[in-house]
Nanobody, 126 residues
Framework: QVQLVESGGGLVQAGGSLRLSCAASGRTFSRYAMGWFRQAPGKEREFVAAMSWSGGNTQYADSVKGRFTISRDNAKNTVYLQMNSLKPEDTAVYYC???????????????????WGQGTQVTVSS
């Protein structure tokens, strides 16, 4: 079992920044890949970014490349999402997720993720 708790969401103006955190407990955090997803009202949950266990392999959605950065601190059992140059279309509930079957491979497919946090709201005003 893995428990995930996100934090760091909030209201920010367009062009601003936020850093989301996801604290994990349960299974050995350093052994599995982690991802961030988001879901806007009336839309399906979509992939944002993912990182392998070591941080050496990352993947980003085209919509956030160059603006968002995923990172992890295995000593703190935490994965982060630094979000810069935020746009109103980034408004969504952001979820972190654990893919415990993968260490190096990172997936954009939410079906590959086994555990999910409760989500944190990010609202970007224009």
């Amino acid at each position: 079992q893995v428990q995930l708790v996100e934090s760091g969401g909030g209201l920010v103006q367009a062009g601003g920044s936020l850093r989301l955190s996801c604290a994990a407990s349960g299974r050995t955090f350093s052994r599995y890949a982690m991802g961030w997803f988001r879901q806007a009202p009336g839309k399906e949950r979509e992939f944002v970014a993912a990182m392998s266990w070591s941080g050496g392999n990352t993947q980003y959605a085209d919509s956030v490349k160059g603006r968002f950065t995923i990172s992890r601190d295995n000593a703190k059992n935490t994965v982060y999402l630094q979000m810069n140059s935020l746009k109103p279309e980034d408004t969504a509930v952001y979820y972190c997720a654990a893919d415990i079957d993968s260490s190096w491979y990172v997936s954009w497919d939410l079906r590959n993720y086994d555990y999910w946090g409760q989500g944190t709201q990010v609202t970007v005003s224009s």
